[in-house]
């Protein structure tokens, strides 16, 4: 079974001193996204532009640009999470597909 067939979150922490975002998974797997990464993830058309390709897990490889000190998760029916940034960015819809498929984790990477 494919990871994006696991995107079935349970719990969403937003954790702004650590700069991360992290999913426990239904599957048992957990996910944790430095902060900065998801912003250059972001998924909408502005950011990636219409009809680009959306980045991989290799975008939580370069340094963070900035710290991000007032971030906001909130869940979009079943499928996604909007992210609402301190830059005032808030149109990208994480789906939790996409999210999972972004896992930057070592095992999720391999």
Request: hydrophobic fraction near 30%; charged fraction near 25%; glycine fraction near 10%.
């Amino acid at each position: 079974m494919s990871r994006s067939s696991n995107a079935a979150p349970e719990q969403v922490a937003l954790d702004a001193s650590a700069q991360t975002l992290s999913v426990h998974w239904a599957d048992g797997h957990t996910s944790t996204y430095p902060l900065d990464g998801l912003r250059r993830a972001c998924p909408c058309a502005h950011c990636q532009g219409h009809g680009g390709d959306a980045p991989g897990p290799e975008v939580f490889d370069a340094p963070p640009e900035r710290e991000w000190t007032d971030v906001r998760a909130e869940t979009v029916g079943g499928y996604a999470l909007r992210l609402r940034w301190d830059d005032g960015h808030d149109t990208g819809l994480y789906r939790w597909t996409y999210l999972r498929a972004l896992c930057p984790c070592p095992e999720c990477r391999s």
